[in-house]
């Protein structure tokens, strides 16, 4: 079964600076996902990342996949504030399911 | 469209009591999901649904129930709510291409169980 692991699991960022969030699992997936949840907010996807090498960016996100090594990152340049949020990737499991990592929640200050 | 929607947003149970959330997507999926959230522990896999008249246990399914009679509707049933079940309720639908499973997600319920 699938297992995802996500680190950190907290990040205080200061803004204008970079920064990545590791994204490890256990088994072969297909294919690797990157959701944004805001507070109290459902969530909302961001990339989906479809073979080895693959990479994705939208403003100051990038997501990248290595199917060799099970990883995938979602690197952070140059913070802001509005990207406050927690963060999840997931992958994919038997029978159509996602299974996800914990989350890891970024907050960017001043 | 209105994509997932999720009914209601917040409700407040008495141990014991029951409830069925429902949740109603506009988009044809043909896979529909209930998860829970609880701080530290991510989202977890209540049951799924892969068409209509067809469900699946997830990793969490004891104490639920679910039922998919028509394929834009997917119910998360609770019989007898127990205090552990105060959680936020995600529905999730998908279809499914080239083995991508990219899930849109509901808005959310909030139950408490007291």
């Known amino acids: 079964e699938l297992k995802v692991e996500q680190n950190p699991l907290f990040l205080s960022m200061q803004e204008g600076k970079n920064y990545t969030i590791y994204c490890n699992y256990s088994?072969?997936?297909?294919?690797l996902y990157w959701y944004r949840q805001d507070p109290g907010k459902s969530l909302e996807s961001l990339f989906v990342l479809l073979s080895n090498g693959a990479v994705k960016q939208e403003g100051r996100l990038m997501a990248s996949l290595d199917t060799k090594a099970r990883l995938s990152t979602l690197h952070i340049t140059a913070a802001v504030h509005d990207l406050s949020a927690t963060y999840f990737c997931a992958g994919n499991d038997q029978g159509g399911k996602l299974i996800f990592g914990q989350g890891t929640e970024l907050s960017v200050k001043p | 469209n209105a994509g997932v929607t999720q009914t209601p947003k917040f409700r407040v149970l008495k141990t014991g009591q029951s409830m069925t959330l429902l949740c109603a997507q506009d988009m044809n999926h043909e896979y529909m999901y209930w998860y829970r959230q609880d701080p530290g522990m991510g989202l977890r896999l209540i049951h799924y649904?892969?068409?209509?008249?067809?469900?699946a246990k997830g990793e969490v399914p004891d104490g639920y129930n679910v039922s998919r009679l028509k394929k834009q509707n997917f119910l998360l049933g609770l019989e007898s709510a127990a205090p552990s079940q105060t959680s936020v309720y995600f529905c999730?639908?998908?279809?499914?291409?080239?083995?991508?499973?990219?899930?849109?997600f509901g808005p959310g319920t909030r139950l408490t169980v007291t």
């Open positions: 088994t072969t997936s297909d294919r």
């Open positions: 649904s892969v068409g209509e008249g067809t469900t």
């Open positions: 999730a639908s998908s279809f499914i291409r080239v083995l991508i499973y990219e899930q849109y």
